[in-house]
């Protein structure tokens, strides 16, 4: 919220820099702020004060009432909760979000809001260009450019360029051109409207929106190849609509084009495009830079990647280059390196405070779309606006088609004319269009208002009829829908053994092409890009391990998520574990007492038919486990010693042949047997004093049967605490005896789990917190 | 290279039947395979472990080994060659060629089990049908194998892990007693089945011009 606070302060700074006394409001075309409601600015600061130089003493004022103090904060603010609100009562309504988009609500809100307004007699504000394009624009853009899917995005690059450059130019001359055909057919005032202003209305009515395509396309989950190439194309289309703009926009006074003007445009389209990316590719290698040092101050590292990203977008506005292509790559760059960098607690605030801001930014869009209809001043011509609407749609088709058949001839996967359907009926124009002609000066174009009458009713129609009835097309047409399935780890091994064997055939036959370069470029990623941007060890990991290791994470998380509960994690309904794998070794000689089959057998079901209710229990002691704050550095330490511990058991286990299976933690009575027939196995155990744990002593989870195991085994039991659940849990200090360190070996393996899920989904309380000698419980 | 090439047309001609490689597009791989094997009749593992591009693929060994696996050409008995002529060397390339765009769903499919074929027989590097722990666990070291930290152990739990989801998601239930031999050809098919590698499994072949024969 660092911006609105910023706008706010700002505001009333400037507010109070206006000169003293001034009682009335004065226009302030110098506030940034707010929606620009004439004659409904800030008013000084200092206007209260004037009354104290007065000398007649007044009532002391118990209770005032100053409105206009806090008017532009409080607005604003009441904007956002409107939206908000709104936001939140679609999705109360049953059935309603499955039938219209959220955006289509959105605008008919806006209109009654605007409507409303208008009858109370106020004149309601429009969706001035300026708040559009600095706050509002920016952060829907850094969200989509952060989360970015690479791989998709890059396989398709070519098809994504061809549609947006090519695409975008053909829809602009074609209905700006045709337009000017009608415009001179109709005769009378629309004859005034030249060639000039025609194509500058074909470059903005041609641009897809990437907030329209997003708002919609997020709800009807298509699958990920149409996805990528509508909304790509959507963002990259920036660059083209930039140079057009200026171009036919600069020379529209002037009134004619030459050749070197096309030049000079097409040279202007690479710098833009190309220096944006330059741009907020700096940027992102910045950003990237710094996270690498913030290990110590990880509350302000969300900072970092805002603020970067932000003047990215700034930066290239200054030089007039591509500021959303800037944000793009700036996000795009920045994320695999930071993404190592930061805590997972930086990460999930990045994320969300991302998804808050696009969101909100995303509903004040609409609303004031809607609202901005009611008050914009409208001209209405019925054959400009009519074939307005029915040209972008047929230009679209055409282009679309046209393109594809090109395309096809180089893709691999060729798209369908189902794709083609989609891809031109996923082209919904947005506030970018709407914001783009407002900007347009009324004295250069006369026809201003009817093109903004124009523009407005082919956005709605857009969003309303193509935004309404894809959903039920897609359904229709059957068209692939995305694939919720996680990724295994057999797929993401799989995945890398095809990049490399795809390069290495590649190499054989001698030609470089997409995998090769991109072999290439990983290589240096790694050799010299990685090691300077990320910190420490993470740097040479590599994809597969940091892979592994994130899936161990969500499993953690997900075990205890679940926990407290009586259910198995669903990630193992299969009874299958590592010991079914293991290659048989052949049968050694037991250390063990030599036991009859039959005992085996029996100590077999009991083991069985224990684990269930031993799980249970374990589990509900998770949250009981107390851990002094891990640094967050010392995960990597704590997965890795966990691993050593699990490996040493395995190993264990493979020497003895009471088959246990491994994952679910075994009850003392085994460990104790493992202990006596092989104890060097827990030699490991040195490692896990070093950090300062609390160790809670669990109560055994004994039952009546397996009690009478233990008798027969041994006495090394600690107090039997079957009496009470809750009574055997008592602080030990880290240095214990050697007996109970074993002991304390098996339960801290299971622990190790825990620890690391408390890590991950709460830091637990500090140790100086904790009173050591209290008994916990539960 | 003209003598020799035309020559070589009627044989081209068995080829693109065999293989489905167009006249130019063999006429390319053949110069191609003649600029590996330095002129020679036939194409030995030291041609290709020779070359300087492949050196850091970190899958070499048994890229290379695919090419003289004798499964992948189509011969019954099991082994390996120590030298492959030309024909053989296109038909372990024909595994990368991309699937004509409409083509029926049964064809399709053979495609697929065809190209997950090639793949399986890369890991199974026994010939014994099925993939063992220790066979996949080599495949996860190789890949790994181009980073000099993490050696053993995470690539053990790495592999061990994959094993175990795909006993899980394959056989489902089993006792603590039984034993998992391996993948086999029909769970290897069952696992991957959401990657489509008939789409993901291949080469641009159009491109051939840009071959670099002369480097």
Known sequence: MEMKMFIVVLGLLVGSLMPIGGAASSPDTNTNHGMSEPGHHGLPKHGGEGNHTSNVKKIFPVLSFDYDHVRVPFEISLWVLLASLMKLGFHLIPRLPSIVPESCLLIVVGLLVGGLIKVVGEVPPTLDSNVFFL???????????????????????????????????????????????????????????????????????????????????????????????????????????????????????????????????????????????????????????????????????????????????????????????????????????????????????????????????????????????????????????????????????????????????????????????????????????????????????????????????????????????????????????????????????????????????????????????????????????????????????????????????????????????????????????MQNIQPKKTPQDRALPQLSKSREEEIRKILRTNLQRTRQRLRSYNRHTLVADPFEDGWNDLIKRKRMIELEKKISLMNNHLTVPAPPPDSPTITRARLASDPQAWGIKAGTESIPTIKVDLASPQTPESGNMRDGFGSKASQPKESKEDGGLVMKAPSLAKESKDKMAYEDDDKEPQRLMRCLSDPGPAADEEDEDEPFLP | MGASQSGRVPEFQDLTDKTGFSIEQLKNLHNRFVYLTQDEDTLRREHLENMSDLALNPIRRQIIEAFFDSRNLGQKEKGCLQEIGFEEFVTVLAFFKPPKPHIAEEERKTIKKEKLRFLFNMHDTDNDGVITLDEYRRVVEELLSSTETLGAETAKAISDAAMLEVASETVGQMGPDEFYEGITFEQFMQILKDIEIETKMNVHFWNLETMHCGK
């Not at chain 1, 009378?188 to 194509?199: G, I, M, P, Y």
């Not at chain 1, 509903?363 to 004031?368: E, G, Q, R, S």
């Not at chain 1, 059957?478 to 780890?489: D, H, L, W, Y």
Request: with cysteine; hydrophobic share 50%; glycine share 8%.
């Open chain 1, 135 to 577: 706050y509002l624009l920016p952060p829907i853009i850094l969200d989509a450019g952060y989360f970015l899917p690479i791989r998709p995005f890059t396989e398709n690059l070519g098809t994504i360029l061809m549609f947006a450059v090519v695409g975008t130019l053909w829809n602009a001359f074609f209905v700006g051109g045709l337009l000017y055909g009608v415009c001179q057919l109709a005769g009378d005032d629309l004859a005034l409207v030249d060639l000039l202003s025609c194509l500058l209305f074909g470059t903005i009515i041609s641009a897809v929106d990437p907030v329209a395509v997003l708002a919609v396309f997020e709800e009807i989950h298509i699958n990920e190849l149409l996805h990528i190439l509508v909304f790509g194309e959507s963002l990259l289309n920036d660059a083209v609509t930039v140079v057009l703009y200026h171009l036919f926009e600069e020379y529209q006074s002037v009134g004619t084009i030459t050749v070197t003007d096309v030049f000079l445009g097409v040279v202007c389209f690479l710098v833009v495009s190309l220096g944006g990316i330059v741009v907020g590719a700096i940027y992102g290698i910045l950003a990237a830079f710094t996270s690498r040092f913030t290990s110590h101050t990880r509350v302000i590292e969300p900072l970092f990647v805002f603020v970067y990203s932000y003047m990215a977008y700034l930066s290239a506005e200054v030089f007039h280059l591509s500021g959303i292509m800037a944000l793009i790559a700036c996000g795009a760059v920045t994320r695999p390196y930071v993404e190592a960098n930061i805590s997972h607690k930086s990460h999930t605030t990045i994320k969300y405070f991302l998804k808050m801001w696009s969101s909100v930014s995303d509903t004040l869009i609409f609303i004031f779309l809607g609202v901005s209809t009611v008050a914009g001043k409208h001209h209405w011509n019925w054959t400009f606006v009519i074939m307005s609407v029915i040209l972008s749609l047929v230009a679209r088709v055409l282009g679309v088609v046209g393109l594809t058949f090109v395309i096809n001839k180089f893709r691999i996967v060729k798209l369908t004319t189902k794709d083609q359907f989609i891809v031109a009926y996923g082209g919904l124009r947005g506030a970018i269009a709407f914001s783009l002609v407002y900007l347009l000066n009324s004295d250069q174009f006369p026809m201003r208002n009817m093109f903004l009458t124009a523009i407005i009713t082919v956005i709605f129609f857009t969003v309303f009829v193509q935004g309404m009835t894809i959903r039920p097309l897609v359904d229709l047409l059957a068209v692939k829908k995305k694939q919720e399935t996680k990724r295994s780890i057999n797929e993401e091994i799989h995945t890398q053994f095809l990049d490399h064997l795809l390069t290495g055939i590649e190499d054989i036959c001698g030609h470089y092409g997409h995998h090769h370069w991109k072999d290439k470029l990983n290589r240096f990623n790694k050799k010299y890009i990685k090691k300077c941007l990320i910190a420490g060890e993470r740097s040479k990991e590599p994809q597969l391990i940091a892979f592994y290791h994130k899936m161990e994470m969500k499993q953690a998380i997900e075990l205890v998520e679940s926990g407290g509960g009586s259910k198995l994690p669903s990630a193992m309904p299969s009874t299958i574990s």
